[in-house]
């Protein structure tokens, strides 16, 4: 085998997926077709999520400065995601490649073999082992072979279409531009701003002189480009619906986008999985795409790890079809309705005004800035009554014997983790069997409000993704039966 896993497509998803996998010591090779890195903006900024995420491999400090802001929207209307419990705010102007930069250094220096200027031809899936026909830099043919391969390679997804995989949805109804500009002064429309003739947004890129604008022109039909729009159409659609005159501007990058929907029927399919774009197309509502394929990659990297390693069985991958389909069902769910209410005409300004209406009470903006943000994510891991169950694990600030610590610098490895709270000594001998997959660490909390569920807890389970897989009290099953669920039979039982 020339690696442990094939990674198709060295975006944000492909490059965090690579990062995940090395942290674990597996061996991944990651191919692209392009033979270097574009350098243009695409998708900007983080969630709040992503930003947790970012956190929890200690990646947040190789950004920089970041803008960071609460305030967002949901279709057009403002939300205030201030009412969101995290320590994190989302991240506004961070263009993609800056991100790309980011996430490939970070994995390069983990070990990732990242293979640029080679482009995935085909693949085969042989049962016990996959085979990818690669076309290398000079035209040449390359055969690779790994036990896993994973489709990291956008909208358009070779691997998608070489598998099989099913993509049901809606095609998309109308196009939108997208361009990246200077020399022109605009007013912000940070959440856009709707008029008879169609939508505009625009808001300044960092301090760079450069302003990020997005045309919807409503009754634009779509159109199958083979190359991106120039900017005169740009400009000509911004003035017929706003009235102002752009043309004069420099643009540095124009694309076209739609609001095409859709949802792969399964994340897996034998050895060959998806994530990212591969798996779920749709409109780029409040920059969820990206932020949701390097969260499809955390939730991915370390199970197909565990699997590799043979610490955990094949089925545990099955968890990441069942846990992320579900993430992309609400994914495609929301993005739809923010685009009835954002790009639609005077007929649907009824129903802005009802919800505009319900986005005053606090209870709404939660979970509308929870489904924006990914903080609502919630996944099965069995039954019980904390609150926190299958959520993400909050910051929680905790006094060690010997130093302070978080809950979010004790992920920074990418391993399980197993909180003490209460010196448990009967806890810690439990867990005995796993010390090898999962960090036993018993602090004491700091700084924590009396009324917070943290307050209440003797015990946390982590998985490396950072969700919480089991808590004590509130779990109704045992602690040995969640870390086997989780991470695979004990190294005693093994023994």
Known sequence: MDASVIVAGAGPTGLMLAGELRLAGVDVIVLDRLAERTGESRGLGF?????????????LHR?????????????????????????????????????????????????????????????????????????????????????????????????????????????ATMEMYLADIKGVDLKPRLIGETHPGGMVMSGPLGDRGITRIIVCERGTPPRRRTEPPSYAEVAAAWQRITGIDI??????????FGDATRLVTEYRRGRVLLAGDAAHIHLPAGGQGMNTGIQDAVNLGW????????????????????????????????TKAQGLLFLSGAEVQPLRDVLAELIRYEEVSRHLAGMVSGLEIRYDVGPGSHPLLGL?????????????TSSTKLLHAGRGLLLDLEDNAVLRERAVGWLDRVDLVTAVPHGVPADSPLSRTSAFLVRPDGHVAWAAPGSHHALPMALERWFGPSRIQQS
């Open 303 to 334: 199970k197909l790890a565990a699997v590799l390693r043979g610490t955990a069985s094949e089925s545990l991958l099955d968890s990441y079809d069942s846990e992320r389909h579900a993430v992309g069902e609400r994914l495609m769910m929301n």
């Open 392 to 404: 993400r694990m909050p910051h929680l600030e905790l006094v060690g014997e010997r130093r302070k």
């Open 247 to 256: 043309s004069h501007a420099e643009h540095e990058w124009v694309s076209a």
């Open 47 to 59: 969630t709040t999520r992503t930003m947790e995420v970012f956190d929890q491999r200690g990646l």
């Open 63 to 171: 950004l920089g400065d970041m803008g960071t802001s609460n305030a967002g929207h949901f279709g057009g209307l403002p939300v205030d995601f201030g009412v969101l419990d995290s320590v994190h705010q989302a991240a506004k102007t961070v263009p993609q490649s800056d991100t790309e930069t980011m996430l490939e250094g970070w994995a390069r220096e983990l070990g990732a073999d990242i293979r640029r200027g080679h482009e995935l031809v085909t693949l085969h899936d042989h049962g016990d082992h996959v085979e990818a026909e690669v076309r290398g830099p000079e035209d040449e043919k390359i055969r690779l072979t790994a036990p896993y391969l994973v489709g990291c390679d956008g909208g358009r997804s070779t691997v998608r279409k070489a598998v099989g995989f099913e993509f049901p949805g809606t095609a």
